[in-house]
């Protein structure tokens, strides 16, 4: 019999639907090797139709919902869903967030049995202050902490939190899956190439992501190792980003923490 920590090795089936203008909406289903594949976590449900009508079309059995942070877009299903479904809800330890039945803090572990599932919490501040990200499994649940090319505007923190939110992220594994809630990727990507015109890598994701849009696919999930080398809000210690951070800047950063405040009013600048 397969024990726990072998099921933490699994990556499930992750699907999802799209709401609003551009976020989309994460299923997690339960493992194959538990028959669970139609029992579901809801993550950061914006709005609740479509996933009601995926739930309907697809006879899938709601476990729980997970919500990364308060923002409307990822919290304004949550009562049609929990009064239909009857759920409990995942969150953060936030007084914006009247719904959250589970309450959640750093490192705290989550275990649904039934679905062979288990994810840690990070917390994760900088785009809001209660900000948290869901990772288990070879995948990891961002919210709007980081983009696939970017991350998410400093909303309520500041730029020390976000660096070390996502410094945290820099600690995992290249393969992890990550899944954020945007569709921004291509924006994102034009603003990674004024930062790093001559990154080769990035030059291919570029052309890559051009494509998936083009045929009107999404470009999330990306992997961990790919924002690590195209990414410049994840590369604050590559000396050719520190350059033109310091170029935009006018003058010399002393400390990566510095390089990802200049990138990110760079940014900011922009839009």
């Known amino acids: 019999m397969n024990s726990e920590k072998d099921f933490c090795q699994i990556t499930p089936e992750v699907s999802c639907v799209s709401a609003l203008d551009d976020n989309y909406i994460w299923f997690i289903h339960g493992l194959a090797e538990m028959s669970a594949q139609k029992q579901i976590i809801i993550v950061d449900p914006g709005d609740a139709q479509p996933v009601i009508d995926a739930i309907e079309g697809n006879h899938y059995q709601p476990q729980a919902l997970f919500i990364t942070h308060h923002h409307y877009d990822h919290t304004g299903g949550i009562d049609e869903l929990i009064s239909r479904y009857h759920i409990p809800v995942y969150g953060p330890d936030s007084q914006k967030i009247a719904q959250i039945t589970e309450q959640l803090v750093h490192q705290q572990s989550i275990l649904l049995t039934s679905m062979g599932l288990s994810f840690s919490v990070l917390e994760v501040p900088g785009h809001t202050l209660d900000h948290i990200a869901y990772s288990g ?58 930062v790093e015109p001559d990154n080769l890598l990035l030059q291919q994701r570029v052309a890559a992501t051009a494509e998936l849009r083009a045929n009107n696919q999404a470009t999330v999930p990306s992997s961990l190792g790919l924002e690590k080398h195209t990414n410049p809000f994840l590369r604050f210690d590559d000396p050719q980003v520190k350059t033109a951070a310091e170029q935009f800047a006018g003058h010399v950063l002393k400390t990566p923490a510095a390089v990802f405040e200049t990138v990110r009013n760079w940014k900011d600048s922009l839009d």
């Open 137 to 194: 499994h070879n995948c990891l649940f961002i919210g709007d902490t980081l983009f696939a090319g970017g991350c998410g505007r400093l909303f309520e923190g500041t730029a020390m939190q976000m660096h070390h939110s996502l410094s945290q992220l820099l600690l995992l594994d290249d393969k992890v899956h990550v899944y954020c809630a945007h569709e921004y990727t291509q924006e994102n990507l034009q603003f990674a190439q004024k």
